[in-house]
């Protein structure tokens, strides 16, 4: 059966005309049906007066589709972007952040970058760098199965894309536009790339993704830049398209090539084309090869395989684990954790079992130090975190069993990463994803499926709330957190009848054990995971 497509649209520069938009997009949409989303690239706010926008953020008026919008492109308009990894603006209209990748629960990916290209430091809040554009790229890039993406959202054009195409009339593509988007379009491969910026409609013939007689056919590309919303000479800033996500399509129906494709623009000539060499972007790291930590403040390389690069012109943290600024009932120095729930430590990690778990062998992942969030942790923490994970997926695994994780980043102090196990014979992972999106959708939550092999660390900037679950696939689902969230989403999903049908376990608080029962649990599942233990090799 035949996937039904997604009906989006696009638009370019909108300048603070939001009734203009919105009063077009309502007279589309009764002429031709509903659309899925409004995607806008450009300029979003403009330099008029904010009475029209006053209107949409205080509810008085609503957009009657929903929008997601890049992020600024000036100094004048970043005064609307408060949260730097996306927020809601108003009312069906939502900050996708400053990069990252947005998957709907349809199975459609889309790439974003917002603002426009800086060579220098430090990077202005309007602006990506190369540094940016190496991350999204290795984000997705390192796997295996990579293929392409659905959609790229860029504000400035890549620069060169009108080589081998038509004519981009009076923008001139050798001197326009920025070269690292460029080079994020090569490896990207997006099947659709929406830009703005230029005040004008530029539909590029669709390119080839792979070299000819050389490498097995890929889809193709179609670039297209849109004009500015009410502009004076009509030119197009609304383009209206259908799409049927990537991962559900057959892949002879997906590589068909148009009959009027033409090389792809971003290797140089003919010759550079056969030999596989492209336009490279200045100043940009070798693509792939490193990860940039979103924090900022320490703004540390560190390599694909999570320790530290010795190229860093900065120092490894200290071996000293962060302290808590207070209490911590998970600090494992601190005098308020329950020692006797620990049943195994790690380097710089330790497993407890959970106070009132959903199980008996119901365990916690935690970081020796203070961190809040798995966003935070040093290189060295989240590389043993993944020990303990992968760990414990061969423990669960031999006694039957299947591990769920979830972290929720919202209302607590200390990372608690929750491993539920759940036994093979009562339901599929599959089973298992549905019902979290299933009880999401009912709650009004949006879980986003993210790419298997991601790291939260480029989806999430410390200090945002957050919830994910990871499956013992390594899928992950996860949730940016705006406003409220259920504290025990995470049990209630686990506990409900789809899964482990317990639903009176729900709250932790209804679980709870005395302290030599506790003890016992400890006992037994210690001398259980013993066989297990990869700590007792280390130093």
């Avoid at 430090?122 to 999204?136: A, N």
């Avoid at 290795?138 to 790229?152: A, E, H, R, W, Y």
């Avoid at 102090?413 to 992972?429: D, E, G, K, R, Y």
């Avoid at 302290?515 to 016992?520: I, P, R, S």
């Amino acid at each position: 059966m035949a996937q039904k497509p997604l009906r989006l649209l696009a638009c370019g520069d909108v300048e603070g005309k939001f009734d203009a938009l919105f009063n077009r997009v309502r007279a589309i949409q009764k002429k031709s049906g509903n659309f899925d989303l409004l995607l806008c690239v450009g300029n979003f706010f403009g330099s008029t007066p904010d009475a029209e926008w006053k209107e949409y953020k205080t509810g008085v008026k609503k957009a009657p589709i929903q929008t997601y919008v890049l992020g600024a492109n000036n100094q004048e308009t970043v005064k609307y972007f408060q949260d730097v990894d996306g927020c809601e603006l108003a009312e069906n209209i939502t900050y996708l952040g400053r990069k990252g990748v947005f998957t709907g629960s349809s199975g459609l990916q889309i790439v974003y970058l917002s603002g426009t290209e800086s060579l220098n430091e430090p990077v202005p809040g309007y602006s990506f760098s190369p540094k940016d554009v190496s991350s999204l790229r290795t984000m997705l890039c390192s796997t295996p199965q990579f293929k392409g993406v659905d959609i790229l959202l860029t504000s400035p054009w890549p620069k060169y894309v009108g080589n081998f195409g038509n004519s981009s009339g009076e923008v001139d593509t050798k001197k326009c536009g920025s070269a690292l988007i460029s080079s994020l379009a090569t490896g990207l491969k997006p099947r659709y790339h929406f830009a703005s910026l230029e005040k004008t409609y530029y539909e590029r013939l669709p390119y080839r993704n792979h070299i000819v007689l050389q490498e097995n056919a890929q889809h193709a590309t179609r670039f297209i830049a849109l004009a500015n919303v009410g502009n004076p000479e009509k030119k197009k800033y609304l383009y209206a398209f259908s799409i049927v996500p990537m991962k559900l399509m057959d892949a002879a129906e997906l590589v068909k090539q148009p009959p009027d494709v033409t090389e792809n623009p971003y290797r140089k000539s003919g010759k550079e084309a056969s030999t596989g060499k492209q336009t490279p972007a200045p100043e940009e790291e070798s693509a792939c090869q490193f990860f940039f930590d979103l924090n900022e403040k320490q703004g540390r390389k560190r390599s694909s395989t999570g320790r530290d690069s010795k190229s860093s012109p900065h120092p490894k943290q200290p071996r000293k684990p962060p302290q808590p600024p207070g209490p911590c009932w998970f600090c494992l120095a601190s005098p308020e954790v329950e020692k006797h729930l620990v049943v195994n430590i790690g380097t710089h990690c330790y497993l407890a079992l959970a106070k009132g778990g959903l199980s008996d062998d119901h365990v916690l992942i935690l970081p020796i130090g203070h961190y809040q969030s798995v966003v935070e942790l040093s290189a060295e923490v989240v590389e043993e975190v993944e020990k303990y994970k992968a760990t414990l997926r061969r423990f669960f695994r031999s006694r039957g069993k299947r591990c769920v994780l979830f972290e929720r980043n919202y209302k607590s102090h200390h990372l608690q990463l929750q491993v539920i196990p759940v036994p093979l014979s009562s339901c599929a992972t599959d089973d298992i994803k549905d019902a979290f999106i299933t009880q999401a959708q009912e709650q009004q939550i949006e879980l986003l499926e993210i790419p298997e092999h991601s790291d939260i660390k480029q989806i999430a900037q410390p200090g945002a709330a957050y919830f994910y679950v990871e499956l013992d696939t390594g899928e992950k689902l996860f949730h940016r957190i705006k406003k409220n969230f259920p504290l025990q989403f995470g049990r209630e999903v686990l506990a409900s009848e789809a899964i482990l049908n317990i639903p009176d376990k729900s709250d932790w608080r209804k679980c709870q054990m005395s302290k030599e029962e506790e003890e016992t649990l400890a006992r037994r599942f210690r001398k259980d995971f013993e066989p297990f233990d990869f700590t007792v090799d280390d130093d």
